[in-house]
């Protein structure tokens, strides 16, 4: 049975700030790690071409972070009871090709579910230039099974949720992994075992390595450029996601989207609607010339 969550030990814990310098290697690496040219039904080059070569988004979640730090005994956490419960990104100024970007993580909230539930853990990101400009935000929650009655608030303080709109979504696409889609997304920086090693997927419950949940959520980003922002990248300026199951490298994601003016809501599945694997999905976009 895990323990209940060290407190003293996780916030005293300093996340290390990470620097990431990047070019369009690396932006590149990244397209192919969420499934980037693997159909034949949108055009990608700019994804994987360094010429006009576009940065998607949702790399932000990857750079400026130190990887799985949980991992770090240092950090109090049983890495292999950690599930990735919900993601925010928030996008100030476009990535660029290549640059320097400093990545500063901190927990902000923890909340207890009682002895023997869960406990959770919310952290943020601020990713900036050297010279301190914000370029993106990110927001985790991370559910620690087994991990409460440390004693905490039972509840998180509330973020602003989404509602899937009641009517047919206005887009669908459909978009497929590689059966090595985890083994290239941890090359951006990701290297949890639980997405390569066998054993170590099946000792917590999963038949095989699943995809990283930030994968998933690479692969639905991209899922709203190519249906809703006309394939320019950098009009996606805003996604939230709740993950509800994993996606094993190998299955296909289809994606649901209903539009609102600049406001996209979403859902996403493995496999036709085999299972949903993320929920409540929310984004906003910048067309260019609106």
Excluded at 25 to 44: F, H, K, N, P
Excluded at 90 to 104: Q, S, Y
Excluded at 131 to 151: D, P
Aim: charged residues 20%; contains cysteine.
């Amino acid at each position: 049975m895990t323990a209940p969550l060290d407190t003293e030990k996780l916030l005293s814990y300093q996340i290390p700030q990470t620097q990431d310098d990047y070019d369009p290697r690396d932006v590149i690496i990244y397209a192919l790690g969420v499934g980037a040219g693997l159909t034949s039904e949108v055009d990608e080059t700019s994804l994987v071409f360094e010429r006009n070569l576009q940065v998607l988004p949702t790399m932000a979640l990857v750079l400026g972070t130190p990887g799985f730090w949980p991992m770090d005994p240092g950090s109090g956490l049983d890495w292999l009871s950690i599930l990735h419960g919900e993601q925010r990104l928030k996008i100030h100024a476009p990535l660029e090709p290549a640059g320097t970007l400093v990545g500063t993580t901190k927990v902000t909230d923890l909340a207890d579910k009682g002895p023997g539930k869960p406990a959770l853990i919310r952290a943020r990101k601020e990713v900036r230039t050297l010279s301190g400009v914000l370029v993106a935000e990110t927001l985790e929650i991370w559910f620690v099974q087994g991990a409460g009655g440390f004693g905490g608030e039972r509840s998180l303080p509330a973020e602003p949720q989404s509602q899937i709109p009641d009517r047919d979504p206005d887009f669908a696409i459909s978009l497929p992994t590689s059966l090595a889609q985890a083994a290239i997304y941890r090359l951006s920086g990701d290297r949890n075992p639980l997405h390569i090693d066998p054993e170590t997927a099946v000792s917590v419950g999963f038949e095989r390595p699943i995809l990283h949940g930030l994968g998933t959520m690479g692969i639905v980003g991209r899922a709203l450029v190519h249906a809703a922002c006309g394939g320019v990248a950098s009009a996606l300026r805003e996604m939230n996601v709740r993950f509800t199951a994993p996606v094993y490298p190998g299955d296909t994601i289809n994606t649901h989207i209903w539009k609102d003016g600049d406001t996209l809501y979403f859902r996403a599945y493995r496999n036709g609607f085999e299972q949903c694997v993320i929920d409540n999905g929310f984004a906003k976009i910048s067309l260019p010339g609106a």
